[in-house]
Structures are given as structure tokens and as C-alpha cells.
């Protein structure tokens, strides 16, 4: 991971739904392609889940159909190596396509000993239950949010599950199969690189990727995240020298 300071504010899950009709001003959403992403991303922190060690003011919450919501900040319990994935299950890989960065990914799943009971938790087995709404949530409101989406088995694809929706700031954008053209479905692919993008005074608080109606094993990775840059406040040398001629 790479690392940048970022202040912490209090996080609030409560409400997180879709259920809300407003709808902020000025969020954008658009889509990109494997390797055609880095432009819209430039001078962000990068999130490459290649380690446990979240970057400060990021909290993952994965919940829905899991039985208990798994919370986490600061460190993640593992991440993910699809290029290496399970020996023991029919829903297995392996799938290098699914990482955007490095070898590592985040899973919505493989965080106990599965179905089978054979996963070591280790998160390389397909044997377990898989979050279907996976939140994505900010110390400090980002002027931009960027995230690798894979192995999302989209209505219409080739192994077909569900479609997917988008949530920003506890109100639902639709599907990403709408809002995101060209996208890729399927198990080894990577879907689409999603850019999420506010014009102040709206800010992003929390993104959440959500199954619509099946659960599916998703893969994340390259998340992005840049601020909105606060402009420089005169210096208190500057302002005493203005006081005193
Ligand atoms: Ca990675
Ligand atoms: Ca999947």
C-alpha cells in the first residue's frame, strides 16, 4: 500500500441503504477499461490491497447475506491471490485476471472456513459465503473515488448471477451494468475500472458495490481515493506584518 495522511471523522453505517431519494448535485460516474485508467486517477492514494494495512480513513464493511457484518479499518484480515485459488472446490479459479495491480485483491468472501469446511480462511477457496453489499467508506469526504471491479457475473454474461448496483452516499446510482459501458462479464476478467468524481460543496462519503438479486463472488482492487485540496490559509507572519503598517 502506499500511504498519505488523511484526517478520521466518525463513520456512520446506519442509514447506508438505498432507500433515500436525494440526490447529490454533482456526482459523476464513468467506466474505464483494463490499463486505460491511470489518467483519471492521477495524484491519488492508492489503495493495492498487495498487504493487509489499509490506508488511514478507509473502512470496508461487507454485509448483507453473511450472517455477521465484517468491519474493518487499519487492517484487513487478508487479501486475496486469485492467481492461485482453490484445489478443493468446483467454484474455483484460478483467475490472474482479476487483479488491477501486483498479484493481491479483495474478496467478498473466504473469511472463515467455508461451506466445506476445508478453506483454511485464507481466502484462496470459493467454498464459503460471499458478502452481497460491500461498502467502501471515508474518514474524510474524497473528491475522487476509483475502484477495479472483477469477476462480476453480470445478467446477459457468460456464467450469469445477477447484475450489480452502485450505491454512493447512501443513495442508489443504478445498475453498473447501465452505468458503465463496455464492461466485462464474467469470472477471470476485470469488469470495468469505476471513477467516481464529486464537484464541491458534494463530496463522497462512502461508495458500496451491492448483488442485486443472486450472490456472487466479487473481486476489488486499485482502489483510488484523492481529496479535495485545501487551499493554502494566509500565514500568521503574513497577517501580523498587515496588522502593524
Ligand atoms: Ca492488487
Ligand atoms: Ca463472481
Not at 9 to 25: P, Q
Not at 51 to 69: E, F, K, Q, V, Y
Not at 225 to 245: L, N, Y
Request: proline share 6%; aromatic share 8%.
Amino acid at each position: 500500500m502506499r500511504t498519505r495522511s488523511l484526517l478520521c471523522g466518525t463513520l456512520l453505517f446506519t442509514g447506508l441503504l438505498c432507500a433515500t431519494t436525494r440526490a447529490d448535485a454533482a456526482i459523476t460516474i464513468t467506466g474505464y477499461a483494463y490499463g486505460s485508467e491511470g489518467p483519471a486517477i492521477v495524484g491519488a492514494t492508492i489503495e493495492d490491497f498487495e498487504d493487509t494495512a489499509l490506508i488511514p480513513g478507509l473502512t470496508i464493511r461487507m454485509g448483507g447475506s453473511i450472517t455477521t457484518p465484517r468491519v474493518w479499518s487499519g487492517t484487513l484480515p487478508r487479501t486475496w491471490n486469485p492467481a492461485t485459488a482453490t484445489n478443493c472446490c468446483t467454484l474455483g479459479g484460478p483467475f490472474p485476471a482479476n487483479t488491477w495491480d501486483g498479484t493481491l485483491a479483495l474478496c467478498n468472501g473466504g473469511h472463515g472456513t467455508g461451506s466445506t469446511g476445508l478453506s483454511g480462511g485464507l481466502g484462496n477457496y470459493w467454498d464459503f459465503n460471499f458478502a452481497d453489499s460491500v461498502y467502501f467508506s471515508f474518514g474524510t469526504g474524497q473528491q475522487l473515488v476509483g475502484l477495479g471491479l472483477s469477476n462480476l457475473q453480470s445478467l446477459g454474461g457468460p456464467t450469469p448471477i445477477t447484475n450489480h448496483e452502485l450505491i454512493v452516499n447512501g443513495v442508489t446510482r443504478g445498475a453498473l451494468e447501465t452505468l458503465l459501458p463496455g464492461y466485462a462479464p464474467g469470472v477471470n476478467v476485470r469488469f470495468r475500472y469505476l471513477v467516481v468524481t464529486a464537484t464541491a460543496p458534494d463530496q463522497i462519503n462512502s461508495i458500496c458495490i451491492q448483488n442485486i438479486s443472486a450472490i456472487d463472488g466479487l473481486v476489488f482492487d486499485k482502489l483510488a481515493m484523492k481529496d479535495f485540496v485545501v487551499p493554502a490559509q494566509p500565514s500568521t507572519w503574513g497577517r501580523i506584518k498587515a496588522e502593524h503598517r
